[in-house]
């Protein structure tokens, strides 16, 4: 795949060039709210979630310090990130429907190619992409740990649908159609030729009966803007808040099922990296949130990925119902559901 400068890559932006497919994208229909002023989005049956990786990265001091250096407002696309450092947060997704049909989809697609090859072949995802058993990839947002290793995907299924936030910036997009970014040590040549969905902020999408996607229009770090969560409503136990990073912060997430989704109100399930302590300790801010959470009497907590092993510890002292994992293929705890454990809600 040719290298692309970054006055050439905006050039081609600017006069609408065709290498960048932004034609070719739909925007998701969303649902239309009831008298109540809430969304029905129907009920499934349950979700079981396999833990691909949650390791989004392997050195913690690492990753700060080049974060520290760059500027944490600094365009992720523009970083020289050190790829022995990268891993990546990725998670398959089966939901059963009242009719005893499944779905499967991957939540993300981790950072290093290599590693989460790997990873895909140690769980059969290779194999379930070759044979179309996953229907889509939803990428939660744009950051390099959960999005950056698209290749390792698309050689599997060039054709597969992805759906993504609206609020991609135009690198991640032109990243998507196939592009190498040398000074950041991104690449992916294999150009995506599948249907593309967006979700704008603020509306629910149906994906399936009792499943919807959410898209939170939040800055975050390096420059990365939205991201797109889930939420499953499972029959006769409630609602299942699924999440890549949750940059919208665990409140913002769960009260919005409740002022927005019919049901939303019945908290049954948690499942993500929560982005509370990722880095170190816990401070006041970070100590609230957890505090928080209690309210919403989770039955189920499977946190990971950026949550930050203080911020479960955190939550295992204060009594919630933390899923604890077996700490394999790089998983550094079993404080928390890790790589190639699996969750189930229902």
């Not at 290498?19 to 994208?25: D, E, I, N, Q, R």
């Not at 002023?37 to 990786?53: A, F, L, W, Y």
């Not at 009242?98 to 190619?113: A, P, V």
């Not at 880095?279 to 009497?297: A, L, Q, S, T």
Request: proline share 3%.
């Amino acid at each position: 795949m040719k290298d692309v400068s970054r006055r050439e890559f905006m050039k081609t932006v600017v006069i609408g060039g065709a290498s960048l497919g932004l034609g070719s994208a739909v925007l998701h229909k969303p649902l239309e709210a009831l008298a109540n002023g809430k969304c029905d989005i129907g009920e499934c049956k349950s979700v079981s979630i396999k833990c691909v990786s949650e390791l989004g990265w392997i050195d913690d001091k690492l990753l700060l310090k080049q974060l520290k250096t760059a500027g944490f407002k600094t365009n992720q696309w523009t970083i020289p990130w050190d790829p022995q450092n990268a891993a990546g947060s990725c998670s398959l997704i089966d939901v059963e429907l009242l009719d005893g049909s499944h779905h499967k989809f991957l939540l993300d697609t981790g950072w290093n190619r290599f590693y989460m090859d790997q990873a895909f072949k140690r769980e059969g995802i290779d194999k379930m992409l070759k044979n179309d058993e996953i229907e889509f990839l939803f990428i939660s947002h744009e950051h390099l740990d959960h999005y950056w290793a698209l290749e390792t995907t698309l050689k599997y299924n060039p054709q597969i649908k992805i759906i993504i936030p609206s609020t991609f910036y135009s690198e991640g997009i032109h990243f998507l159609h196939g592009a190498t970014f040398k000074q950041c040590y991104a690449e992916n040549t294999i150009p995506h030729e599948g249907e593309l969905v967006k979700c704008k902020p603020g509306e629910i999408n149906k994906l399936f009966p009792g499943v919807a996607a959410v898209t939170f229009d939040c800055p975050t770090l390096v420059r990365v803007k939205g991201e797109e969560s889930l939420y499953f409503n499972v029959k006769d136990k409630g609602m299942v808040l699924v999440t890549g990073c949750c940059h919208q912060n665990t409140i913002t997430f769960a009260d919005f099922a409740i002022n927005n989704i019919q049901g939303g109100d019945n908290m049954y399930g948690l499942y993500g990296g929560l982005h509370i302590a990722p880095f170190g300790p816990m401070n006041d801010d970070r100590k609230f949130i957890v505090k928080e959470m209690g309210k919403y009497n989770f039955k189920k907590v499977a946190c990971n990925h950026c949550t930050g092993a203080a911020a479960v510890q955190a939550m295992i002292d204060l009594g919630y119902p933390v899923v604890k994992g077996t700490a394999r293929y790089g998983t550094k705890s079993k404080l928390y559901a890790g790589n190639s454990d699996e969750v189930f809600f229902g």
